[in-house]
């Protein structure tokens, strides 16, 4: 059952039968309780994320028994005729493929600057880049984005703030080719960003569209914003069309504590953290190009993504390198959490002096304009 924007109001924990405004409704499970009692908790994260799916027609699990799919964290081994965890793919005569001819995808021009995660670090909109990276020293004004919408997803955030995609994704609609998609940027379009849902699940399809978009000659940016779930062959490839163009990969570490994120998302951070850590060693590999190539990020869900959790993740980072960029950005009630605050000003600007006590060179507040 959905709620309406603004209906915050006071839960409880079906575990500990504490009450608070910062305990969805939804989830029925505050974030101690999860972190420090998740046999008991468990049930009702698993009850929450099955109501989810299933308004969508989504399957409630990664399916364990049958054709492995080897693209994401979740392992599914896909039964003949069924599909995965994202929906859009499925094992067909012996063969896990895409659902689709191409992928389930939208796309939409983004004019710079943009609100972009990664806005505040990258060449397109900030004075980084020029000029082989950039067409200007500072905003690439007059350009746009290729902002690129992939109608799937491998976890199932029930905060999620585009959770449109699943529509999509049940619906296996509306769908492209690589060159369709390719065609659109042109040469005002210095940069594409693939996001969605996830670029994971149909990631193929973005590696070859990119490739085709590269191919132009010029300036042609290719990032990702992610919840960093696939496996390293696709992490490998989009690591160096990333790198080559001078784009950037963004990550979404939604939570540090790993039942946390089963909670909220459906599966587990490990290897989220571990493909970081991978990114990190091969930006290092590769050299300084003088632009960022790694950006993280993290919503500061009421209640559950706490200064706890903040501090934790950008302890991870900054052991990984200092300059980093790192943005935290401001909540809205959305999809299962309508009945949630919006972040507060304090609880932002808190957890942005903790990520720089932790060493961070370069923190920002995304969407600030949300912050009550």
């Known amino acids: ?33 999860i972190i420090e009692r998740w046999e008991e908790a468990r049930e009702w ?75 505040f670090a990258c060449p397109g909109c900030s004075r980084v880049g020029y000029p082989k990276y950039s067409h200007a020293e500072g905003v690439e004004h007059g350009f746009k984005n290729l902002a690129v919408f992939y109608g799937a997803c491998t976890f199932d955030c029930l905060f999620c703030q585009n959770w449109s995609y699943r529509g999509n994704s049940a619906e296996l609609s509306p769908v492209m080719s690589p060159q369709e998609l390719a065609s659109k940027a042109d040469d005002k379009t210095p940069c594409i960003c693939y996001f969605g849902g996830d670029p994971t699940p149909q990631i193929d399809h973005a590696i070859e569209t990119a490739e085709i978009a590269t191919q132009r000659g010029g300036i042609t940016r290719i990032c990702f914003e992610t919840n960093g779930s696939m496996t390293k062959p696709s992490l490998r490839k989009i690591a160096e069309i990333v790198y080559d163009s001078g784009g950037c990969i963004k990550f979404d570490l939604k939570t540090w504590h790993e039942e946390l994120n089963y909670a909220l998302c459906a599966t587990t951070n490990k290897q989220t953290q571990a493909n970081f850590k991978w990114l990190v060693e091969y930006g290092e590999k590769r050299g300084d190009r003088g632009i960022p190539f790694l950006v993280a990020s993290t919503l500061l869900v009421p209640g559950y993504i706490n200064d706890e959790e903040v501090g934790k993740i950008s302890e991870f980072l900054a052991g990984l390198d200092e300059k980093i960029p790192y943005s935290l950005l401001g909540f809205h009630p959305d999809f299962r959490m309508m009945d949630m605050r919006t972040t507060r000003k304090e609880h932002a600007y808190g957890c942005l002096e903790i990520a720089k006590e932790s060493g961070l060179k370069n923190v920002n507040i995304g969407n600030i304009h949300l912050l009550q």
């Open 1 to 33: 059952m959905f709620l309406r924007f603004g209906q915050a109001r006071e839960a409880a924990c079906n575990v500990c039968n504490s009450r608070s405004k910062d305990i969805s409704a939804t989830l029925g499970v505050c974030r101690k309780c």
């Open 45 to 119: 994260a698993e009850k929450a994320h099955r109501e989810s799916r299933e308004d969508f027609s989504l399957p409630v699990h990664p399916p364990k028994e049958g054709k492995a799919c080897g693209k994401c964290v979740n392992d599914c081994r896909i039964p003949e005729g069924e599909k995965g965890f994202c929906g859009v793919r499925g094992n067909l005569d012996g063969k896990v493929v895409s659902l689709v001819e191409g992928a389930i995808v939208e796309w939409y021009y983004d004019h710079l600057p943009t609100n972009c995660v990664g806005a």
